[in-house]
């Protein structure tokens, strides 16, 4: 387990960003291009005097951090209690002083979920313990899964890769996922796990990739493959879908000009991208896919050095 020192910065703390595991100086970076200031490290638990950025590589951001000297467990469970029900703790340390506090809180029972599902709707806030006798807390924070991590309950005969986990979070967190008379693309389709999600749903999907998808993918009577690139599919040429999803491995920068020539058509209803990252973290393009009207950028709790893109052609 990480040893954690006792963290407690010489300044108030005005904002908190939970960074992905592995991802910290990916968030750190994007913190100080953002005008965060200094940041004071505590485990994942990005500490910083300026109030909340917009972040898009934070699990999380805490945007009501409130520091309180806690002499006691019940003191500091008492402080949150009265304040509303339902905190989550992020423990890096003081394993078992927060298991107290935790127990001394009324009970928050996170299931794995079931897709499809939507998003935790309970008003959810977070605390941590900077030292034993200093909580931090905020009663508002982004995400509403504690500590921003999605878990679901999975399957491991069905689906050819993983990938599906990410399609499958990013649609519980848009609240809709595609169904039958929908329609879908997905670019860089194979082995097929997106194209399993979006084919299981019962809408009719056409899989582009210039490698083959799985067999159990490419044999189910809604699943169309074409070998071909996806670079190279001119969106005019297409019928209008209603969901066009791209997990393609390809620069962020080729990718922002296919999301936009995507939007440009006129022809996707939705689009979830995936944008994906090699060496360095191009932030630039990152931003300029989260400018797009109508899109928005996160960090999933199954991305790795990737950010999702989503995006709508009539908000509702
Ligand atoms: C990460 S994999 C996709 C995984 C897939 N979403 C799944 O759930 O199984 C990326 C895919 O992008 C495909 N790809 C890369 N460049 C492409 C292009 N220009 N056109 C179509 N597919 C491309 C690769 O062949 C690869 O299969």
């Given at each position: 387990m990480m040893q954690v020192e006792a963290t407690l910065p010489p300044w108030p703390v005005r904002s908190a960003y939970l960074a992905p595991p592995d991802f910290e100086s990916v968030l750190e970076q994007e913190l100080q291009r953002k005008g965060a200031g200094d940041l004071c490290w505590h485990g994942r638990l990005a500490l910083s005097a300026v109030p909340p950025v917009n972040s898009l590589?934070?699990?999380?951001?805490?945007?009501e951090p409130e520091m309180h000297d806690v002499p006691s467990i019940k003191g500091a469970a008492r402080i949150m209690r009265a304040i509303q029900r339902n905190w989550a703790g992020y423990v890096p340390m003081l394993h078992r002083r927060s298991a107290l506090i935790t127990d001394a809180l009324p009970p928050l029972r996170p299931k794995p979920f079931t897709f499809p599902a939507a998003a935790p709707t309970a008003h959810l806030g977070a605390w941590t313990l900077l030292c034993a006798d200093r909580l931090l807390l905020s009663?508002?924070?982004?995400?509403?899964f504690v500590n921003g991590e999605v878990p679901f309950v999975e399957?491991?005969?069905?689906?050819?890769?993983?990938?599906y986990l990410k399609l499958w979070e990013a649609l519980l967190r848009l609240g809709r996922w595609p169904v039958a008379g929908e329609t879908c693309i997905d670019l860089?389709?194979?082995?097929?796990g997106w194209t399993w999600v979006a084919a299981g749903s019962g809408a009719q999907v056409t899989a582009i990739d210039r490698s083959p998808l799985a067999d159990n993918v490419a044999s189910l009577p809604n699943v169309t493959c074409r070998y071909e690139s996806a670079f190279g599919?001119?969106?005019?040429?297409c019928a209008p879908v209603d969901w066009l999803f791209s997990d393609i491995i390809a620069y962020p920068a080729r990718l922002l000009a296919l999301a936009r020539r995507w939007i440009a058509s006129g022809r996707a209803g939705r689009i979830v991208m995936t944008i994906k990252f090699q060496g360095e973290t191009d932030h630039e393009t990152a931003e300029a896919f989260a400018a797009i009207p109508g899109g928005h950028v996160l960090h999933l709790w199954h991305n790795k050095h990737e950010l999702t893109f989503f995006w709508q052609r009539d908000p509702s």
């Open positions: 590589w934070a699990l999380e951001t805490w945007h009663r508002t924070k982004t995400s509403p399957n491991r005969t069905d689906p050819p890769s993983r990938a860089g389709a194979c082995p097929g599919l001119d969106p005019e040429s």
